[in-house]
């Protein structure tokens, strides 16, 4: 995705799963069964274009967010409800968090992204710690 500026970045929310298949998405955002849970994750059909996902009532709800000029962001939401443009995407989901904005429900709670590469870097840390602070010279090996 081109998005010109840093500005509002996806990649700096933590509930931005970049490319997310919808099936995971839907796991994701309904196991838990709560209303109003989402994430924003790049569209499958649509390159360069953010979706919004809620849940509400065990479906998922998805939302287009497109990139308008100067870094404005544009979201579809509910057909004849008046365009809203914001300055960045910490903006618009703010805007969302309040009821009767145009979507299904309003955003309750962020589903946030974890990186496997971060768990795999702690726990390697960990076992460096543990041979750094040994004083054998042999390491028993588990089978």
Not at 74 to 79: A, L, S
Not at 110 to 124: E, F, G, V, Y
Request: aromatic letters at 10%; proline letters at 6%.
């Amino acid at each position: 995705m081109d998005f010109g500026d840093t500005k509002g970045l996806p990649m700096d929310l933590p509930c931005y799963h970049g490319p997310l298949s919808k099936k995971d998405c839907e796991t994701l955002l309904l196991k838990d069964g709560v209303d109003g849970n989402f994430l924003i994750r790049d569209s499958e059909s649509m390159p360069g274009v953010l979706c919004l996902c809620v849940s509400f009532k065990n479906f998922v709800y998805t939302y287009r967010i497109f990139k308008e000029r100067h870094g404005f962001y544009d979201i579809q939401t509910v057909e004849g409800a008046p365009k809203k443009i914001f300055p960045d995407l910490k903006e618009l989901i703010s805007a969302f968090e309040k009821p009767n904005q145009g979507l299904v429900v309003h955003l309750v709670r962020p589903i946030k992204k974890t990186s496997s590469r971060l768990r795999w870097r702690r726990s390697q840390i960990k076992l460096d710690n543990i041979y750094e602070n040994s004083n054998s010279e042999y390491v028993e090996v588990l089978p």
